[in-house]
């Protein structure tokens, strides 16, 4: 049987319920019918969340290594408002321990449990322990959440491998799971946060590679005709770098439409177009696209500026204006981003010229 990794990769704040969130929690396995010691987060103090840069955080940690089996992962977050966070933080974590002990006992030992999955009597008892056990803390507790992985599922895992790339945020994830957690504050204001996984398969039991480090497929030179786990691996970057086109199927085949956009997304950051990927191209996919436009700054651009600091603006004006069509990340201030920045300019109040300038630099990135 071959032998599964699964590793915390990190956490996003997709919508936060302050200006800044204080966040801390707690992840837990249920291997089999064996529930894991949870993993109470961070390690001391709170998480901070809201501002640009820190919507993503990432944990890299390792949850699971072993045999590929049926695992239920439950994630429990609490947004602090006061108080001893590293106390609430033990209360969390033995309410949820709590949940999965309750879950198995209902399962196993019936009492009308056996008709249910594990997975949906563990998202009841998560429920039940942490209204019970976490309600004293005094701070804003998220709705707990539970997922369960299958054995297949855990092997199936090279195939849904994503990166998660934020406009707001450097850090990117690879996962392949996520845990959604939302809730809603004593003001009424929600919040989302999604916790994720990597599950990583080997080849043979006992097999390795760092945990969160090496995707087991690396960055081989690929060209048209290539097929494999190198070619869905690019495949997902390519749909991730290149949003304003239809997705590519993750085929694990590089034919004549995975080789236009590899030349397309070529043009875009300004390298060699032949239609290899090579170290350039993969460099660029993976983190050097983004730390290019990270060392442009926020220069003042206009309708016919180019480069990085555009790439920068594009991305940031398609998250603050979803509802309009995705813009190019191509670079190139041309009518299409004017107009897009303009909308987005009327929609705050200031002043309407189509001119990215420090004021709307900063609306962008506050």
Request: proline letters at 7%; glycine letters at 12%; hydrophobic letters at 40%.
């Amino acid at each position: 049987m071959p032998d599964v990794k699964v590793v915390w990769t990190g956490l996003e704040c997709r919508i936060r319920q302050e200006g800044e969130d204080e966040i801390f929690g707690t992840v837990q396995l249920i291997t089999g019918m064996t529930p894991q010691p949870p993993v109470k987060f961070p390690d001391s103090g709170k998480l901070l969340f809201g501002p640009p840069g820190e919507r993503i955080f990432t944990a890299q940690r390792l949850l699971y290594s072993g045999p590929a089996q049926d695992i239920s992962v439950s994630a429990a977050l609490v947004e602090w408002d006061s108080g001893d966070v590293e106390q609430q933080k033990e209360v969390v974590a033995q309410a949820v321990s709590a949940a999965a002990t309750a879950a198995i006992a209902a399962l196993t030992g019936g009492a009308g449990g056996v008709a249910k999955p594990l997975i949906d009597l563990l998202a009841g008892a998560l429920v039940d322990f942490v209204a019970d056990e976490v309600l004293g803390i005094g701070n804003d507790v998220y709705n707990p959440s539970a997922i369960f992985l299958s054995k297949d599922r855990l092997l199936d895992a090279n195939a849904r491998r994503q990166t998660l790339q934020r406009p707001d945020d450097p850090r990117t994830l690879q996962f392949t799971d996520a845990v959604i957690i939302s809730g809603t504050d004593d003001a009424g204001d929600p919040g989302v946060y999604a916790l994720y996984l990597d599950v990583q398969p080997s080849a043979t039991p006992g097999g390795g590679g760092t945990p969160g480090m090496d995707d087991g497929v690396g960055t081989p030179t690929l060209s048209r005709g290539s097929q494999g786990a190198a070619v869905e691996k690019l495949q997902r970057l390519l749909n991730a770098h290149v949003p304003d086109f239809q997705p590519l199927a993750v085929d694990g085949d590089f034919g004549s439409v995975t080789d236009e956009r590899v030349r397309e997304y070529q043009r875009r950051v300004e390298i060699e177009v032949d239609g290899v990927v090579g170290p350039q191209t993969w460099g660029m996919l993976t983190g050097g696209e983004r730390a290019q436009e990270d060392a442009a700054g926020t220069p003042t651009l206009s309708n016919g500026s180019h480069g990085p600091a555009v790439r920068k603006l594009q991305r940031l004006v398609n998250a603050h204006v979803p509802d309009l069509r995705v813009l190019a990340v191509d670079g190139v201030f041309g009518p299409v981003t004017e107009r897009h920045v303009r909308e987005f300019q009327g929609r705050l109040h200031i002043a309407v010229d189509g001119v990215v300038g420090p004021q709307t630099w900063g609306a962008l990135t506050h």
